[in-house]
């Protein structure tokens, strides 16, 4: 389907947006099948997941490494103070 840019000029749009527009619009008709696939919400839904996976994989990658407490410890030097 494509659309003329009469059709939004009528819209009381100018014509260098009705023609922007029109360029965006037309261009859905050429995209590929995966760019297509891609914008469906099954595809969303695998690419939250797999980032949610991703997500736990590193926040608890090596989560018992060291397995013993650390402290560390910080002084904090004061500067002497004028009496």
Known sequence: MTISPNKI???????ELAHSIVL???LQ???TQL???LESHEAS???V????V???ALRFYKIN???????VQLRILHPPQAH
């Open 65 to 71: 490494h060291p397995d013993q407490v650390v402290f």
């Open 45 to 47: 839904m695998v690419v």
């Open 24 to 26: 965006i619009f037309n």
């Open 9 to 15: 000029l009528c819209a009381g749009l100018s014509f």
């Open 35 to 37: 760019e297509v696939l």
């Open 54 to 56: 991703l997500a736990f």
């Open 49 to 52: 997941g797999v980032l949610t």
């Open 29 to 31: 008709d050429s995209r």
